[in-house]
Nanobody, 124 residues
């Protein structure tokens, strides 16, 4: 059984930094991609960053240059160091694991496993 457990959320002032962690346990395929998402109450869940199984990383424009997605060598912990935080980064942050598919020349990602979330609050 796959489990993802986030930690590291908290309250910080604008301009500050936080690092989120996601402990991965269970029988997860080595080919799985890992990602971070966030959600504000009343809004749809938003993709933040992705680490593909070839080691490449991708970021939403809103966090490019400020956030980084990394994984430890044992591949049991996913991280999201967040710098230069803005009030608009306030959200519940979730990590996820899934697979990528190529269809019609376009890549798609299906996220099979989710953590319970960790709250990040950035104040001005």
């Amino acid at each position: 059984q796959v489990q993802l457990v986030e930690s590291g959320g908290g309250s910080v002032q604008a301009g500050g930094s936080l690092t989120l962690s996601c402990e991965v346990s269970g029988n997860i395929y080595s080919s799985y991609c890992m990602g971070w998402f966030r959600q504000v109450p009343g809004k749809e869940r938003e993709w933040v960053a992705r680490l593909d199984n070839d080691g490449s990383s991708s970021y939403a424009d809103s966090v490019m240059g400020r956030f980084a997605i990394t994984k430890d060598n044992a591949q049991t912990t996913l991280y999201l160091p967040m710098n230069s935080l803005k009030t608009e980064d306030t959200a519940m942050y979730y990590c996820a694991a899934g697979a990528s598919f190529l269809g019609g020349g376009t890549w798609y990602w299906e996220w099979d496993y989710w953590g319970q979330g960790t709250q990040v609050t950035v104040s001005s």
